[in-house]
């Protein structure tokens, strides 16, 4: 975590915000191979949080987790946020369930057709959308997109509009935010239907596992961001809002 801070520092940004993952489901990452995801320890995260604000005062560091299938989990995340502060939870899909087993999804391309795995992700994210579980922003609505296979030809979100506007119209209701992943640049078109479907906020997400890759693809997000027309905060830390429709 020092080591992002001192890579945001050197880059000029602002703030920076670390989601730290919080998985509960127990996932099967193949046959016979179930794992129990170590809890996030609020505690040491906090500290460490507090540490680096110690350490780089000019830099605002804000807490936060990323929670994964929080609405199947609500006794386990609802302790999870009485035992700490966090300025940012988002909530994600990282399982979807295939034969009645909770499966990672990336791990299931080779037993799935890309195309139905890619529908129940999305049914399951619509799920979680429509749920009240206690999170702001939905992380990495193209989660599969990563690891999808060369033999399904060129990734096309519109294969998937229908899927994708249930979600983020489900989210828009909500009143929750969504996240702009730049690990895989989150498609233009997805941005323009969260616009569509009402939409108020976008949060960017670099999604750095490494400090080399903080804010990675932030310019370009922000470029799609605001030609869907989504603008800055008040503040740089704040989400990104739309922008008024003009009168007259």
Sequence with gaps: MERACARAAELGL??????????FTRWVTGPG??????????DAYLGCVQRCRERFPGLRI?????????????????????????????????????????????????RLDPLDLMRAYLAEALRLASSPAPFAALAHIDYPVRYWPARAGRFDPAVFEDEYRA?????????RALEVNTVVPLAAPIVKW??????EALVFG?????????????????AIAASAGFRPGRDPHDFWLRRAARRG
């Design 62 to 110: 804000l807490s936060g987790a990323e929670v994964g299938e929080p609405h199947w989990h609500a006794d386990e995340v609802a302790a999870l946020l009485r035992a700490g502060r966090f300025d940012r939870v988002l909530g994600s899909v990282h399982t979807i369930e295939a034969d009645g087993i909770r499966e990672v999804s990336s791990q299931l391309f080779d």
């Design 33 to 42: 191979q179930p794992v129990t995801v170590p809890p996030l320890d609020a």
């Design 194 to 199: 969260w616009h569509e479907a009402g939409g």
């Design 14 to 23: 602002p703030s920076i915000a670390f989601t730290d993952h919080a998985d």
């Design 206 to 222: 670099s999604d750095a596992h490494e400090p080399a890759l903080v804010a990675s693809g932030f310019a370009a997000a922000a």
């Design 167 to 175: 979600v983020l119209t489900a989210l828009a209701r909500s009143g």
